[in-house]
Structures are given as C-alpha cells and as structure tokens.
C-alpha cells in the first residue's frame, strides 16, 4: 500500500522569496507522483506530476518538483512566491489506476 | 474540453435525510472517483467507477453508495444523512485504462450542510 506525507501544516513565505513544501512517498512499487493546489472553496488543480523518465518535473505558474527515489521524496517548489500562490497544496501518489492517495495537505501563506 | 461538472454546488439537507450528487467527466473519461473533503480529516476516497463498475471503495458506511451510467456520468448518493457527513464531496475523472500515468482531474465540488 502507498502512503504520502508532507512534512509542515502550514508554511509562510514572504513575496520573492523561495517555495519549498516537502512530501515524502511510501510505495512498494514505483509510483505515479502528483501535486495539487486547492483554493478556497474550489476543487484541486493538478501543478504535475511524474510518472516516468525525468526526475525533475515542471509544472505549471512556475512550480517544479523532483523525484528523489533514494529519499523517497517529491518536494515542490518555486523560486519566487507570489502572493496569488496563497492556497492548500497537496501530494498524491498512486501506484496503479486511480488507487490514489493523498497528504493532509499544506497551508501556503505568502506575507506581502 | 470541458472539464469536469459537480451538481449542484450547494446543498443543505436536514439529519434524517438523503441527498444524491452528480458529476460529470471530462469527454472521453471513463473513471470517475467520488471524495470526501473536512477539516478534520481531510481528503478521504470513497469509491472509483469504471464502465459501470465500481472498482474501488474506501472505507465508508453503507450509507454512501454510487452508480455510474453508460455515459460515464455518475452519481452518489447519501442516505441517513448525519451532521458529520457535511463536508466538501470532490468528483474525479481520469483517462482510459492503458494511459501511462492516472491522473485525475477534479470538478469544484458540492458542498454540504447537514443541519
């Protein structure tokens, strides 16, 4: 069975400065890697994901992750907040059709 | 392509009650996969269908159950309803089988009141 967490509830940033929000996967075959952004009131917005080939993986409003196999990690980031960034983000994984399953999530605050 | 379509939006029902949800995939999505969002628990899996078949289940009463049509549309429904079923209930679509790579892509929700 494969199972995600990600490590921080809530993370602030300040506008500019780094996005990083860190998930580490459990998985007994190689798995399909995903995240998601949730606004308020909305459902989930797929940033990327991995599934095969390479490790580092662009999504979109300039969010990128990377497959760490021997971490066992996916962290996402950014390299300059923006205060639109402001939301829930969360880590999935599946390691076949659609058994997905997902991290609590994290808070993401961005300080003007 | 049109994305994924939850109905309605909004719902407030009363203890006692039932409630049926719809959600519509995108064109040419077969599986749909219904969840329940609360702060407390966050993002819970309730059950996938495919071609008119559930495939999955989590771990759910017997109170939650879904269907899905020849279309791929599908439903669920809630009976009994209780105050701690109020929450956020995510419908999901995603690519045929053999794609590399499931991906699910979620609609905006209905959100439920249980008074």
Redesign the interface.
Same mark, same amino acid.
């Given at each position: 069975a494969q199972s995600v967490t990600q490590l921080g509830s809530h993370v602030s940033v300040s506008e500019g400065a780094l996005v990083l929000l860190r998930c580490n996967y459990s998985s007994s075959v190689p798995p399909?890697l995903?995240w998601?952004v949730q606004y308020p009131?909305?459902?989930?917005?797929?940033l990327l994901?991995y %599934? %095969?080939g390479a490790t580092l993986v662009k999504g979109i409003n300039g969010f990128e992750a990377e497959f760490k196999k021997s971490e066992t990690s996916f962290h996402l980031t950014k390299p300059s907040a923006h205060m639109s960034d402001a939301a829930e983000y969360?880590c999935a994984v599946?390691a076949?059709?659609?058994?997905?399953?997902?991290g609590?999530?994290t808070r993401l605050t961005v300080k003007p | 392509k049109a994305g994924v379509t939850q109905t309605p939006r909004y719902l407030i029902k009363t203890r006692g009650q039932q409630v049926t949800l719809s959600c519509s995939p995108i064109s040419g999505h077969r599986s749909v996969s219904w969840y329940q969002q609360t702060p407390g628990q966050g993002l819970q899996f309730l059950f996938e269908y495919f071609s008119e078949t559930q495939r999955n289940k989590g771990n759910f009463p017997g109170r939650f159950s879904g269907r899905q049509f020849s279309n791929s549309r599908s439903e669920m429904n809630v009976s009994t309803l209780e105050l701690g079923d109020s929450a956020l209930y995510l419908c999901a679509s995603s690519l045929p089988e053999g794609s590399i790579g499931p991906t699910q892509y979620f609609g905006p929700g209905t959100r439920l009141t249980v008074l």
């Open positions: 399909y995903f998601y009131n909305q459902g989930l917005q797929l994901k %599934t %095969t969360f599946s076949s059709n659609n058994d997905m399953r997902f609590a999530g | -």
